[in-house]
């Protein structure tokens, strides 16, 4: 099974600053035929299932504020809040799904400084 | 937009099936692009992929090992639906369940259901 590995467990930022998660799986997640990154982010509030905000690494999901930005390649990706929202406190998922099991990260637990 | 909207009980004895059923809205279950996921939620393990069901000119399922031999998924035509049963629960079992659809990520997620086993 890929292992995905967040960073840090928990993140407190200032609102309008950035916030950076970091996400390590145990293998590759690039698919080498089509040159694309298997790995999704998805934001978590209390008591909602989880909403997707980016997908193939560094696709903004439609809706989702330009702020949300993802990036990285291989076994290494970040997500990326660039200016920090009240509304974006939340717990931060990654996943891959380059083959089954389609493994989560553990989370990260963003708060407001 | 696909909406998916679970079904289902909140309690279930030890030893007996756990039983979920997900409709879908805007999307058929027989789609040649998406696949079907079931993914559960607890405090201590987080976000754990169950399974999936879907079809490309045939059905496929793919399982997680750890519940392989107590699972199944399984896809109703008829109703545009899928399901969810889970054999043999202990407490081990009690998480929130929710269903979800595949396309690259998962864009669509049920409202989750709260599945708690005791006697």
């Known amino acids: 099974d890929i292992v995905m590995t967040q960073s840090p467990d928990s993140l407190a930022v200032s609102l309008g600053e950035r916030a950076t998660i970091n996400c390590k799986s145990s293998q590759s997640v690039l698919y080498s035929s089509n040159n694309k990154n298997y790995l999704a982010w998805y934001q978590q509030k209390p008591g909602q299932p989880p909403k997707l905000l980016i997908y193939?690494?560094?696709t903004r999901e439609s809706g989702v504020p330009d702020r949300f930005s993802g990036s990285g390649s291989g076994t290494d990706f970040t997500l990326t809040i660039s200016s920090l929202q009240a509304e974006d406190v939340a717990v931060y998922y990654c996943?891959?799904?380059?083959?089954?099991?389609?493994?989560f990260g553990q989370g990260t637990k963003l708060e407001i400084k | 937009q696909v909406q998916l909207q679970q079904s289902g009980p909140g309690l279930v004895k030890p030893s007996q099936t756990l039983s979920l059923t997900c409709a879908i809205y805007g999307d058929s279950v027989s789609s040649n692009s998406a696949a079907w996921n079931w993914i559960r939620q607890t405090p201590s393990r987080g976000l754990q992929w169950l399974g999936r069901t879907y079809y490309r000119s045939k059905w496929y399922n793919d399982y997680a090992v750890s519940v392989k031999s107590r699972i199944s998924i399984n896809p109703d035509t008829s109703k545009n639906q899928f399901s969810l049963q889970l054999n043999s629960v202990t407490p081990e079992d009690t998480a929130v369940y929710y269903c979800?659809?595949?396309?690259?990520?998962?864009?669509?997620w049920g409202q989750g259901t709260l599945v708690t086993v005791s006697s």
């Open positions: 979800a659809r595949q396309e690259g990520g998962y864009k669509s």
């Open positions: 996943q891959h799904y380059y083959n089954p099991p389609y493994t």
């Open positions: 193939w690494a560094s």
